[in-house]
Every structure is written in C-alpha cells, then in structure tokens.
T-cell receptor, first 117, second 115 residues
C-alpha cells in the first residue's frame, strides 16, 4: 500500500529565509508525486508534480522539488519565502494506471508553514 | 474553465439527518474523485468515478455513504443518518483523460458540521 510521511507538522520561518519541507513516500514502483497547498478553509492548489524525467521539478510561486529515489523523498524547497506563502502544504503520491487503485491520491498529514515578518 | 465547484460550501446538520453534497467538475474531465479531510489531517480518498461508473470505493465509505454520477458530469455524495464523526471537509477533484490525467484539480470543499 502506498503511504506518505511529512515529518514536520509545523515549521516557522522568517520572511526572506529559505524553506525546505520534507516528504517521504512508500510505493512499490516509480510513483507520481505531488505537492499541494491549502489556505485556511480552502481547497487544494497544485504547486508541482513529478511523473518522470528530470528529478528536479519547478512549480508555481517559485517552488521546486527534488525526487530522490534512493531516499524515497520528494522535498519541497523555496529559496526566499514570502508572507503570502503561509499555508498548509501536502505531499501526495498517486498510483500509476494499471494498478488496482489508479487515480487515487494518498496524502501526508500536512505541514503548516508560518512566516514571521 | 471555471474550475471545480462544490455546493454547499458549508452545512450544519443535526445528528441523524441526511445530507447531500454536489460537485461540478471541470467540464471536459471524465474522472471525478471524492476525499474527506478531518481537522489536522490530509485528505483521505473516498471514491472514484470514470464517467458514470464508480470504479473504486474506500473502506471509509460506510453503508451510510453513497455517491453517484448519473450522466458522467456532476456528482452527488449523500450521507444518511449523519453522525458527529462525519464532521469534516468533503473535497471533490476532477481530472481529464490522456496526457495529464494523473493531475487532480480540487474544488473548494464542503465543510460539514454535525451537531
């Protein structure tokens, strides 16, 4: 069964500082990997995704993530955080077509990001 | 493209009542998903439709829950005899076919509170 672990429940950074949010996954093959962001009371917005190819993927709002197969990780990074980045961030793994659960996303518990001015 | 819409956005009900939520996916998307998100947790998969066919249901979807997508467009999620444990955010997502089918786009959610 697929699973996702986000070790950090809450992270606080100062505006302008760099950010790294950790994500570890468990999946039997090469997964599809996603990062979503959720503002309070809102739905999920896709930041970026990894399917194959280049292991460093660029997303919206200046975010990037790196897929490391050997570490089963897909950490999200941003070089300089803005106050508007304060939100909750979810890593998710998706099953590939042909599996018994294709299409289904499994999410981590989320990491709440607080940004200090 | 107006995105995924959900109605209502908020619902307060008394224990034992039935509730129904609606999801309108992105118009050309043939795949539709329901998730449930409780406070402090990530979304959990409930069920999946491809066109009008319900292809997968989570064990989280008890007998009190039913979902339909009768014409392969909008979907409804009904909860019968609601319980306080049903209080959560119910999220709908859709995706297309062909290239990019794996990417799900989420609606704003329906927040349910059962008193």
């Amino acid at each position: 069964a697929q699973s996702v672990t986000q070790p950090d429940i809450h992270i606080t950074v100062s505006e302008g500082a760099s950010l790294e949010l950790r994500c570890n996954y468990s999946y039997g093959a090469t997964p599809y990997l996603f990062w979503y962001v959720q503002s309070p009371g809102q739905g999920l917005q896709l930041l970026l995704k990894y399917f194959s190819g280049d292991t460093l993927v660029q997303g919206i709002k200046g975010f990037e993530a790196e897929f490391k197969r050997s570490q089963s990780s897909f950490n999200l990074r941003k070089p300089s955080v803005h106050w508007s980045d304060a939100a909750e961030y979810f890593c998710a793994v998706g099953a590939r077509a042909g599996g018994t659960s294709y299409g289904k996303l499994t999410f981590g518990q989320g990491t709440i990001l607080t940004v200090h001015p | 493209d107006t995105g995924v819409s959900q109605d209502p956005r908020h619902k307060i009900t008394k224990r034992g009542q039935n509730v129904t939520f609606r999801c309108d996916p992105i118009s050309e998307h043939n795949r539709l998903y329901w998730y449930r998100q409780t406070l402090g947790q990530g979304p959990e998969f409930l069920t999946y439709f491809q066109n009008e066919a319900q292809l997968e249901k989570s064990r989280l979807l008890s007998d009190r829950f039913s979902a339909e997508r009768p014409k392969g467009s909008f979907s409804t999620l009904e909860i019968q005899r609601t319980e306080q444990g049903d209080s959560a955010m119910y999220l709908c997502a859709s995706s297309g076919s062909g290239e990019g089918w794996e990417t799900q786009y989420f609606g704003p959610g329906t927040r349910l509170l059962v008193l």
